[in-house]
């Protein structure tokens, strides 16, 4: 699904309504009764709703919303909030029929003393404000939006197409902003709503589509996209009948020092379940005996050294379709000149994760050594490590999608919307996954399943792709079975089957 600018969703509307055969008050009315519609599928007749409406047509939709509950029997109070602007066309257009038929649901509010007590169970609607807020909310608009928060424990929100006092594409942070419990939004996500900054305004997001022009939406390039399902069957490659396990390709894991050989362990667990015909594991002499007696279907080399590996570059020859590197691995001076030393004569797409990735913050030159189109894999610490701070989370999707491109990289930065950048500057949103993951062996997961995917033929950007996706949803099932708490990130492994043939099959 691509993701929009609020200036795009404007054009969107605009092109939907030149192109197609809908009126632009048609359109508002069909956008704000799937909301009117959503409401009453979820609240019962029993609960008193306060539907705050700004004067853009999001406040028009709030109108309309105002209008069908009536209809259907429900206690409304639509709560105008006069401003000074001038309403927009399809604004006055609904709020004189409903001034026609429900003059005295209507109330005019003019500051922050106008705000009306709310009864037990109230649902508050908040159709203030949407795409159109170019600025943050103040005077006291902001006291209503503060009003609005301190019923937060008491009453349900739930927002019309985005909070408001949200923008877009733009941080709001420290401004005044609705914090929903719901958001109902149309047609597309937006970039707000995906980056952690905003997770506690927007609530549970429910996208409603209102049939915005299928032309427009094919047309118009997007940086920003949301992974689906769909976009994973067209990634997937199912088996040839005839394959053998060179077939898929041989892979080397170089992984694990003294105290983390967990870390190995689970990386090469993921990999084999990712479907990797081979894998050759390059440990430290210490963790030979874990390795061999964990997971026989690896092979193992033992480093001279005892306690980290040091000489895995003498390793790193074609016969690898691929190397995974990092998982608790650790940073040890001769760890890292041997990593440099690979960098120089291993010129395939690699996965790098954790401790590699530490060494390459420590020494940034060696980033220009990475094969092109070789897979980062940082959470945001590490991120922050290798390319710098962000003021937030919109600069750090910039900075995300500016450093993919200056590397030629693809780079996974993990967290509730991982977001995957690639070399072109797209970035891919995943949304598979839950809290449950957050939780030590995770990030060793996605590098063994993301090894095994390359070394199976896929493509860089298909196997991040789709590496996320199932490592995400085998967590997804994880927790259905075992509950968030409980499960581990062994659990991720052994939904992984699961995940292929919910997905797949
Ligand atoms: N996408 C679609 O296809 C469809 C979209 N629809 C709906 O339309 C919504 C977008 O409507 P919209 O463009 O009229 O903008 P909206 O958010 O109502 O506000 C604009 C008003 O607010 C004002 N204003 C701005 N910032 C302000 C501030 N800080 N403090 C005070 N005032 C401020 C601004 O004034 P200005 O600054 O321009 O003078 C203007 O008067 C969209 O979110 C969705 O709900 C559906 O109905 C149909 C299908
Ligand atoms: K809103």
């Known amino acids: 699904m691509k993701i929009f600018t609020a200036a795009q969703i404007r054009e969107a509307d605009a092109f939907t309504i030149a192109h ?32 705050f409406c700004g004067k853009g047509n999001n406040g028009g939709d709030g109108l309309v919303i105002a209008h069908r509950l009536l209809e259907e029997g429900y206690q409304v109070t639509a709560c105008l909030l006069e401003y000074g602007n001038k309403a927009s066309e399809d604004y006055i257009y609904y709020y004189r029929r409903l001034q026609q038929q429900y003059a005295g649901r209507i109330r005019e509010i003019a500051d922050v003393t106008g705000f009306p007590e709310l009864p037990a169970s109230a649902v508050i609607v908040d159709a203030i404000f949407g795409t159109g807020l170019n600025k943050p909310i103040e005077g006291w608009l902001a006291g209503i939006i ?16 985005m909070p408001s006092g949200l923008m877009a594409d733009a941080s709001c942070r420290n401004t005044p902003v609705i914090q929903a419990h719901y958001t109902l939004s149309f047609e597309f996500h937006k970039l707000a709503f995906l980056l952690p900054e905003n997770a506690a305004l927007v609530g549970e997001v429910q996208i409603l589509p209102i049939g915005l022009s299928p032309d427009y939406i094919t047309h118009t390039p997007v940086r920003y996209h949301l992974a689906d399902k769909e976009m994973m069957h067209t990634i997937y490659m199912p088996r040839p009948a005839f394959a053998h396990k060179g077939t898929f390709g041989h892979a080397l894991l170089v992984a694990g020092s003294y105290g983390k050989m967990g870390a190995a362990v689970l990386s090469a667990k993921a990999c084999l379940r990712a479907g990797v015909g081979l894998l050759t594991c ?22 001279e050294v005892h306690e980290h590996s040091a000489h895995f570059h003498e390793q790193a020859d074609a016969r690898y379709k691929t190397i995974g590197i990092g998982p608790g691995l650790g940073t040890a001076t001769a760890t890292a000149r041997s990593f440099e030393k690979l960098l120089t004569c291993y010129k395939r797409p690699m996965v790098i994760d954790a401790d590699a990735l530490n060494i390459l913050s420590v020494y ?14 940082p959470h945001p610490k590490e991120f922050e490590r290798l390319f710098g701070p962000s003021a937030n989370d919109f600069e750090r999707m910039e900075l995300l999608s500016k450093q993919a491109v200056r590397l030629q990289l693809y780079i996974l930065l993990k967290g509730r919307y991982t977001a995957i950048a690639c070399p072109d500057g797209a970035v891919y949103f995943n949304a598979t996954g839950n809290p449950g993951m957050a939780t030590g062996g995770s990030g060793d997961v996605l590098t063994g399943i993301l090894t095994g995917l390359l070394a199976q033929d896929y493509a860089p950007k298909a196997a991040v792709l789709l590496g996320a996706w199932l490592h995400g949803y085998a967590g997804d099932l994880a927790a259905a079975k075992l509950s968030q708490e409980a499960m581990t990130a062994g659990d991720i492994i052994s939904h992984l089957g699961a995940a292929f043939l919910e997905c797949f099959y």
């Open 364 to 377: 940034p030159s060696l980033l220009y050594q990475v094969p092109a189109g070789s897979i980062l894999t």
């Open 282 to 303: 390059h440990i430290p002499r210490c963790g030979y005996d874990i390795m061999q007696i964990s997971e026989p279907a690896a092979m193992s080399v033992a480093d």
């Open 146 to 161: 503060h009003k609005i928060n301190d019923q937060h424990g008491r009453h349900t929100i739930v927002a019309i197409d």
């Open 20 to 51: 197609e055969p809908v009126s632009s008050t048609d359109l508002m009315a069909r956008a704000a009764g799937k909301c009117a519609d959503w409401l009453l599928d979820r609240f019962a007749p029993v609960h008193p709703f306060f539907i």
